[in-house]
């Protein structure tokens, strides 16, 4: 299923990473990230080695990628 034009893909079987690549097959996210999700006003949210951010859609992460916890039943954490 494409998100804004490009299809999420992953390579490996016990350590599956993800990426995307566009309608011709070419891979334009590489697949190094243990979590993507879709594409939403050209940004997806990734996981990589505990560590949280976006990627754009030609595969330049967004920000600092920061570790997220969630502590039960008070607040949420980002530690960059």
Same mark, same amino acid.
């Given at each position: 299923?494409?998100?804004?034009?490009?299809?999420? &893909? /992953?390579?490996? *079987?016990?350590?599956? +990473?993800?990426? *995307?690549?566009?309608?011709?097959?070419? /891979? &334009?996210?590489?697949?190094? *990230?243990? *979590?993507?999700?879709e594409?939403? !006003?050209? #940004? @997806?949210? =990734?996981? +990589?080695e505990?560590?949280?951010?976006?990627?754009?859609?030609?595969? !330049?992460?967004?920000?600092?990628?920061?570790?997220?916890?969630?502590?039960? #039943?008070?607040? @949420? =954490?980002?530690?960059?």
């Amino acid at each position: 299923e494409f998100s804004e034009g490009l299809v999420k &893909v /992953e390579k490996g *079987y016990f350590n599956t +990473k993800y990426g *995307y690549v566009n309608k011709e097959g070419k /891979e &334009v996210v590489p697949c190094i *990230y243990d *979590y993507i999700g879709e594409f939403s !006003n050209e #940004l @997806a949210a =990734v996981k +990589k080695e505990g560590k949280w951010g976006y990627v754009n859609k030609v595969g !330049n992460v967004g920000g600092t990628i920061c570790t997220f916890h969630i502590i039960p #039943l008070i607040t @949420a =954490v980002i530690i960059c």
